[in-house]
């Protein structure tokens, strides 16, 4: 599936993968589909666990609003052609499959914020914390790509 604008121009699709697509590429999604209005972000996970309410939280803290995404897994999107794959975990970069396309593959590893045992407030902190890391990361992919 590509996009072609009248000028001709193809638009880019992405895939951010995740384990299970509920924190890490749904922020990184979220941070995409504002740094990038002009180009299709999907995310996934090899597995799925639905989105969550903290990584909703953190980025409405940030006024990116990512109630309405929902979670996916990589099997859905088999037939699109990506011009990038981003993988936010090991264990997602480890598993990711073989897309037919030419797509160019990223990898880094976020911890999991999901993982973190505490009180709310030091929970809410790590999800900040990887939420920051995940913006700056992709705000450099962003600046290198344009």
Known sequence: MKQTYNNGLTQKNILILCTGNSCRSQIAEGFLKKLMPLTNVFSAGIETHGVNERAIKTMS??????SLQTSNHI???KDID??????????A??????FPSQSLRHHINFTDPSKVNGTEEEIMAEFR????????YLEEFVNEKN
């Open 61 to 66: 803290e940030v006024d990116i609003d990512i």
């Open 75 to 77: 099997d859905e999107y």
């Open 82 to 91: 990506f011009s990038h794959v981003i993988t936010v975990c090991d264990q």
């Open 93 to 98: 970069s480890e598993n990711c499959p073989v």
């Open 129 to 136: 914390r990887t939420r920051e890391l995940i913006r700056t």
